[in-house]
C-alpha cells in the first residue's frame, strides 16, 4: 500500500487504467439478456422491471462480469447500484450457495457507502435481484440496533453493505470476518473521504484478501481520492459517463431572489403553484425541524429527516415520502446523501448549501432516470456572490427570479423578555431560538406529534431484523474467469 508523502501530493503519479470506456463505447441496443449472466438472474431482472442498462451499468458490467476492477465516475441517479450489484449476485450464483442451518457460508462480498440511507437502498435493490434471500445480505451501520446486526452475521450472510464507521468497529472486536471477501465496493467514495471515513476504511481494506475484486465509484477522482484508487484497484477498467461536477441537463435551474424572512412564504407559494413532490435543503438540523413543523402548521404533508433523528425515523419519513403519504421531505445534506426516490418533482434549496459538489448532489435527486425536474435556489440579498460563485464553479447558468416583495414575514425571534426567562446553557439558548414555533404547537419537536392535515406513519422502522431465513449449502470457491492480474 503506498503511503501519502507530501511529494505525491504536489506530483501525484498519472493513473493508469487498463482501458478507458465511455458512453460512445457501450453498445447503444444492449439489454440485460445480452449480458453473459445466469438465466435466473436474467429473469429476475425482467420480474423487477429492469430491462435496458443505463449506461455505467452498460460500460461497467461486461468487464466486471471479467473479473476486472472497475474505477467508474458517476453522478448521481446514473443506476451505478445495478452496475455494481449485477456481477456481484452472478459472482456469488458461481461460486457459493446461500447459507442454510447445516452450513454457513462466509462473507462474500462487501459494499462500503458513506450513510444508512444509501445502504438501505442498496440493500433493497439486492432484494428486488434475490428475493428470496432475506438473510444473505446484511446492513452494518451506527444508530441500528448491534445486538440485532451481530445476530444477523451470525447466521452467515454473504453480503455485507456498511458505513466504514460500525464494520471497523466489529472488527477490531473480531465480532466478524472479513478474510474471505472476494468482491469490494467502494461506493460515494469522494463522500466517504468527506466524512473522515479515510483511517476507517484502510483499516478495513487491510482485513480482506488481496486477491479480490473491488469496484470503486467517486464523483470526482480529486486529491485524496487518487490515492485511495491507487492503493485498492488494481488496473482498472476506467468507466467515465460524461461530466460528473455538472447537474443534469434535465433539471430546470432556477434562483429567487429572497429576504430570508420571506422564504417560507416564497416557499408555499412554489407549493401551490407546482405539482409533485419537494424535497426541501436546510443548512440546520433544527432549522430543518422548523421549516417542516411550519410547512405542517400550514396544511402541508411533511416529513423531516436530519442527524439527530432515530433510525427508524428516518426510515418511517423516507417510507412515507417515497410512497407518497407526505408530499414534502425536509432535510439536511448528511442525511439526504443517497435519498433514491424516482419521483422528486422540486429540490428546493431552502438554505444555500456549503460547497459546490454539495449543490451538485442535492440537485442530483430529481431529474432521475430520464425524467425532468426542477431546482430552486433560495438566493438572500447577502448571498448574491455564493449563487454567482455556484454558476461559475459549474459552468451552469441559473434563471433568476424576483420573489414577490409582498409575500408575507416569517416571525421568528419575537424580543425576549429576560426579566422572566433565564438562560444558563446552549440548550436553554436554542429553546429561546426556536420559541416562536415550540408555542405555537406544544412542545415537542417535530416528528412527535401528529399534524392537523398531515398524518404520519408510526414509527415502526428497522431497528430489529428486517430479514427472514435463508437456505443454502457451502460456498465453493471456484475461481474467477479473468481477474486481471
Ligand atoms: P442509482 O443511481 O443506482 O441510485 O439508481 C437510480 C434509480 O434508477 C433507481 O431508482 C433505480 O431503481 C433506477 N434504475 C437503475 N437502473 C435502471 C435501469 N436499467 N432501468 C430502469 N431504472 C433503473
Redesign the pocket.
Known amino acids: 500500500m503506498s503511503t501519502l508523502t507530501l511529494d505525491s501530493i504536489l506530483n501525484p503519479e498519472p493513473l493508469q487504467p487498463a482501458r478507458t470506456i465511455t458512453a460512445s463505447d457501450a453498445a447503444p441496443e444492449t439489454t440485460?439478456s445480452d449480458f453473459e449472466i445466469s438465466q435466473v438472474l436474467k429473469d429476475r431482472l425482467a420480474a423487477a422491471?429492469?430491462?435496458?442498462?443505463?449506461p455505467v451499468?452498460a460500460m461497467a458490467i461486461p468487464p466486471a462480469l471479467e473479473g476486472d476492477d472497475i474505477l467508474a465516475t458517476?453522478s448521481?441517479?446514473?443506476?451505478?447500484?445495478?452496475?455494481f450489484l449485477v456481477p456481484m449476485v452472478d459472482r456469488l450464483e458461481e461460486i457459493s450457495k446461500p447459507s442454510n442451518r447445516e452450513s454457513k457460508s462466509p462473507i462474500l462480498a462487501l459494499v462500503l457507502l458513506p450513510t444508512r440511507e444509501l445502504a438501505m437502498?442498496v440493500l433493497e435493490?439486492y432484494h428486488r435481484l434475490c428475493t428470496n434471500l432475506k438473510h444473505d445480505a446484511v446492513l452494518i451501520c451506527g444508530g441500528l440496533s448491534e445486538h440485532s446486526q451481530l445476530e444477523q452475521v451470525r447466521r452467515g450472510p454473504r453480503v455485507i453493505v456498511a458505513t466504514p464507521g460500525r464494520l471497523e468497529d466489529y472488527l477490531r472486536r473480531k465480532a466478524i470476518s472479513l478474510k474471505d471477501v472476494d468482491m469490494l465496493v467502494l461506493d460515494e467514495v469522494d463522500r466517504m473521504l468527506d466524512m473522515g471515513f479515510l483511517p476507517a476504511i484502510k483499516r478495513i481494506v487491510q482485513a480482506l484478501p488481496k486477491d479480490r475484486q473491488t469496484m470503486c465509484y467517486s464523483a470526482t477522482l480529486d486529491g485524496n481520492i487518487r490515492e485511495i484508487v491507487r492503493d485498492y484497484v488494481h488496473n482498472p477498467v476506467r468507466v467515465e459517463i460524461g461530466t460528473t461536477s455538472k447537474p443534469s441537463d434535465r433539471v430546470e435551474l432556477r434562483v429567487y431572489n429572497v429576504m430570508q424572512d420571506q422564504k417560507l412564504a416564497q416557499l408555499n407559494k412554489l407549493l401551490g403553484e407546482e405539482e409533485g413532490t419537494f424535497l426541501v435543503f436546510a443548512r440546520t438540523k433544527h432549522g430543518a425541524d422548523r421549516i417542516a413543523h411550519k410547512l405542517d402548521k400550514a396544511g402541508h404533508t411533511t416529513e423531516v429527516i436530519h442527524g439527530d433523528r432515530s433510525q427508524s425515523q428516518r426510515t418511517t419519513a423516507l417510507k412515507n415520502f417515497t410512497i407518497g403519504k407526505a408530499r414534502i421531505l425536509v432535510a439536511t445534506d448528511v442525511a439526504a446523501r443517497?435519498i433514491?426516490v424516482?419521483h422528486i418533482a422540486h429540490v428546493v434549496n431552502y438554505d444555500l448549501p456549503n460547497a459546490s459538489d454539495d449543490f451538485v448532489h442535492r440537485i442530483g435527486r430529481t431529474g432521475?432516470?430520464g425524467a425532468s425536474g426542477v431546482a430552486s435556489t433560495f438566493m438572500t440579498p447577502l448571498e448574491k456572490g455564493d449563487v454567482r460563485k455556484l454558476e461559475r464553479e459549474l459552468k451552469i447558468a441559473f434563471k433568476y427570479f424576483d420573489a414577490d416583495k409582498t409575500l408575507e414575514k416569517e416571525l421568528r425571534n419575537a424580543p425576549i423578555d429576560l426579566g422572566k426567562q433565564q438562560v444558563n446553557d446552549i440548550a436553554g439558548l436554542l429553546q429561546m431560538e426556536s420559541r416562536s414555533w415550540k408555542t405555537e404547537g406544544g412542545d415537542q419537536p417535530h416528528g412527535h406529534q401528529k399534524a392537523p392535515h398531515a398524518p404520519r406513519g408510526t414509527s415502526g422502522g428497522h431497528g430489529r431484523s428486517r430479514f427472514g431465513s435463508a437456505g443454502g449449502g457451502r460456498p465453493q470457491n471456484t475461481g474467477r474467469r479473468n481477474r486481471g492480474r
Do not use: E, N
Open positions: 440485460f422491471g429492469f430491462v435496458k442498462p443505463t451499468q458517476a448521481t441517479g446514473t443506476g451505478k447500484t445495478l452496475s437502498q435493490q443517497g433514491d424516482s432521475r432516470a
